[in-house]
DNA sequence: GAGTTTGAAACT
DNA sequence: CAGTTTCAAACTC
């Protein structure tokens, strides 16, 4: 999402601009995205009275100037999670588990899931000192009303509404990217001199291998924006190997670094060309590590994450680990907003644009046609994850395509991406030993699928 | 549960 | 910008 210059600080309170909020798939399966240039897709999603419900969410006048949305995150549903008015006594957390355990503590912080996967429970503060007032309060910083903590003296309620404006704005003259995520999800980079992991760690005594860490705790590798002495928190180092031998939950987490990777980069995110160039190797300006996975957002954040297809998940171990949060996983730019319907129905186009190509040619080829449906059939079956039944994300089917098809991408990457970036149709080239109906119809669906993805990156930068 | 360690935030 | 203090979480015993 573009970053527009921050508004003047007369406006008290900025909001985020939520796609999530009602644009998860309903019960219908009827999902809401807007995909220009596909008339026929969006004719189908306007049918859908979500999708209406997403323009006039977008059309309506905001009390806010555009573009200051990512300032100051709403507090976390005000309307639906009643602010907290008195400070209930409530008993002293558990003692915290050992290293290897996770604790109640950490499944506490972690925002807990029910079993339908709708957010139960924010994270809980302990302030005692700063009002949960300040930066050094998880929920202040996360743009939530305490609610349920332990906290004491806390002005982070409803009541006390007025001086939570002043010291937020205030904040935010100093850094207005004080509020947002910490390990921000953002997929244009983080080259704004923001907050968090956009400007690293300056860790010095734990190695970034304690969740002293904000890098490690996120289970993300150091950078070469941190500023942290004797990192162990970074690929190759033996310390590291060491925990992920007895955590594979960290091992995991670089795999899934690499598969976002590979999937941002699939749908064309130009904006973050450091990321992806710190794909494949780099020495950091620190020195610290060469040939790093891709720096990646790893969050535990999974209660306002509803499920989304570009959210990778890869299936992990059952071991609780205090080292990954109960439930981590990455949260692409357009979770939320891109559904299983909105994939099948787009592989349904294809199938039938494929056809159409195919008839047009007078060359039907049953085999050319089977080659379309068994792309349908394919990703209905990669919907089924192995071991849950769950749905796989289009973004992991996306990546298992690109491992079993590799005659679709072996060709030079930055020459298509500059075919998606000029809007020109792909052209294919008849390499793979493919006739000509299969070139057409190869060409049909690339430039099918560049002008889906086009869509979807307009559409989660707006 | 109390005390210590740690590093980010805040302050000077 | 650097050094110091404050703070709350993480961690140890």
Known sequence: MEQIEAAPSAVPVVRHLDFTVNYNANVNGVGSIILPEHSQLESK??????????????????????????QFPPPKSPTSVTPRLAHPVKPKPALRSLMNKESPKSRERCNIEQKDGTPKKQKQCNCTK????????????????????????????????????????TILERNRNAFRPKIANNPHGATDGGVGHNKGCNCKKSGCLKRYCECFQANILCSDKCKCVDCKNFEGSE?????????PAISMTYIRQAANAVIEKAIGNTGNKSRNQQLYSGVTSNGQSTNRFPRQQEICRTSDAAYSPLSVN?????????????????????????????????????????????????????????????????????????????????????????????????????????????????????????????????????????????????????
């Open 239 to 247: 310390e590291r190997k060491a925990l992920c031998h007895e955590h």
């Open 314 to 462: 890869l299936s992990e171990p059952t071991t609780a680990s205090p080292l990954r949060p109960s439930k981590s996983s990455y949260r692409s730019s357009l979770a939320g907003i891109l559904q299983l319907q909105h994939v099948e129905l787009f592989c349904s186009q294809l199938v039938k644009d494929s056809a159409e190509v195919a008839k047009t040619l007078s060359e039907i080829n049953e085999t050319d046609v089977n080659w379309a449906k068994r792309l349908v059939v394919s990703s209905h079956e990669d919907f089924k994850d192995d071991q849950n039944g769950r749905p796989l994300s289009p973004g992991t089917l996306a990546l298992m395509c690109d491992e079993r098809d590799t005659t679709f991408m072996t060709a030079d990457n930055s020459s298509k991406v500059t075919e998606l970036n000029t809007g020109t149709p792909i052209k294919s080239t008849p390499t793979h030993g493919l006739n000509q109906l299969e070139v057409e119809q190869e060409t049909l669906v690339l430039t099918r699928l560049r002008n889906f993805l086009n869509g979807l990156v307009t559409h989660g930068r707006i």
């Open 45 to 70: 999603f306007r049918a859908s009275s979500q999708l209406d419900k997403l323009h006039a969410r977008v059309r309506s006048p905001s009390p806010l100037p555009l573009g200051v949305e990512t």
């Open 130 to 169: 700063s009002k949960c007032l300040k930066l050094y309060c998880e929920c202040f910083t996360s743009g939530s009303y305490c609610d349920g903590c332990n906290c004491t003296g806390c002005h982070n309620i409803i009541e006390h509404e007025e001086e939570r404006k002043v010291v937020i704005d």
